[in-house]
């Protein structure tokens, strides 16, 4: 699972109204006017969103540090888009070049669902344990946060004094929502509660104490610098000061607010217990999928995709030798110590070396999949411990724009027996190389691109590419044992099995332990971690079911070229194909395909 992603609909800020002669009217033709003005809306969302150009690796920042989450903003930002909307008509379609009409159908379909998500803002969970100032906050500072200077130690320091405000605010927000019903399920609260008193334990809360996360890491960056030793103990005791006066008091009145704040009987459930929560959900689904899918037909795919791949989990199972039913089997992998490792330190980073080896062994033989290489490096990190609790198995954060930043990718070594070690290789393949890492490196070395292009994303594209790139290294020779194999379909069915479960949910009115004891039935898994599977598609309705979705996708156009090239199919340029034009909802991805197999597969 991908990290932060730079969104249009994420970024978009309040301005002052365009000038009467806009920066674009100059520009020589109708495409390089279209890209100016793309690039103009882009700057101007981007200097209103502090965290959005640390993430980029962009110094400097804005009036209040964190983002606006008032209700006024939200006004503006679809006003706005409402407005670049209404300019982007105004532009010639048919005079653009063909890399341009595809940015312009795009800037089209963002603003739309821009508009759109607006409507239902109020069912959206701003808090929950996948997402939230908990993980916002201290992510924005520990990675992204650079202090090259005592001008960047200083700026982190009023990021630190800011928290205060904002966290305000969402609260605020928070009690809006609940006035209406909404509020995030009664599961999510402890464990988002528990982030926040991790962030403010230790010094300088407790002077005396270890330090505190946020402390510790403005402690290490701020020793790299080449300072005084007063002017380090002058930036360490501002950064003390911001802590106890800004961040502190802003994350106690917000852990203070969840755990007062009240939660109706029911509000473990799906999204149908929302305002027109029906409605609301097959929203979720078509702008997750980007496909016009209803709730019944992703169900009926899930319960298809599960039969296949039970089935080829037999075959599986024959190899290794394993004589009883795939539920027995099961069981067996669930508890035998052989497919762990243990959960010491040493346990944790042999996996963690483990992973590295399996992407180091992909990358070198990379050009045989694409002839796209990473230049960026990927780091494989075990995740924060102030993040463990409720964090998810694995997650990729791109490199930064400017490359001062390497690819990341975390992995929750909380607990070892949510790692096994058939599963090692399709997570590495996924997460890393040719998975998430490939695809956001070749989409930043795209030259030509829009930046909203660029920095955007669709979770069916991102997600989709990087489950169906778990098995390009079959045919490689890199899935070196049957049970490593096994891991990738068990891999795949967790995905087939949230096409069941997310709708089950959302759509049908499973209770939350109806759609554990499906996954526990159906799958290797084990039953916490089933639970907090089942708690992630409850709180991001419709997002689990990308993943399936896109590979499917990317499949059956896989497929479709090579039935239609026959023996000029390259599965080289396929792949490029796929990747050149960045991410993209599969219907125009599909268009896109089914013009290069038109140009006979070489362009």
Known sequence: MTGFRLSRREMIAATAVVAATPAWAGAPDESARLDAFFESVFQRDLARNPAAQSSMGIKGGAAGWWPDVGEARAEENVALVRRDLAELKRFDRAALDPQAQLSYDLFAYDAEEAIERHRWRGNHYPVCQMRGPQRDIPQTLINNHAIESVADAEAYVARLHAVRPYLAAVVAGLERQAANGVAPPAFAIPLVAGNCEKLITGAPFRPGTPDSPILADFRGKIARLALADAAKIRLLKAAEAGLVEGFGPGFRHLIAYLRTGSCGADCNDGVWRLPD????????????????????????????????LHGEMRAVMKRVGFSGTLAELFVHVRTDDRFYYPGTADGKAAYLDAMRAKIAAVTARLGELTNHVPSAEVLVKPVEPWLEA?????????????????????????DMRNLPIFELSALSYHEGVPGHHLEKAVTRALTGLPKFRAFGGYTAFSEGWALFAEQLPIDMGLYDDPWQEFGRLSMELMRAGRLVTDTGVHALRWSREQAVAWLDDNTPANHADNVTAIQRYIVTPGQACAYEMGKLKLVDLRDRARSKLGAGFDLRRFNDRVLGSGPLPLPMLDAQIDAWIAKGGQA
């Not at 409720?390 to 909380?414: C, K, M, Q």
Request: no cysteine; net charge neutral; hydrophobic share 35%.
């Open 277 to 308: 929560g029906d409605a609301y959900y097959a929203a979720q689904l078509r702008w997750n999928t980007t496909l016009p899918l209803s709730p019944a037909e992703v169900h009926r795919v899930g319960l298809e995709e599960t039969a296949r």
């Open 390 to 414: 409720s964090a998810g198995t694995a997650g990729y954060f791109a490199p930064s724009a400017d490359g001062s930043r390497p690819g990341i990718l975390y992995v929750n070594t909380r």
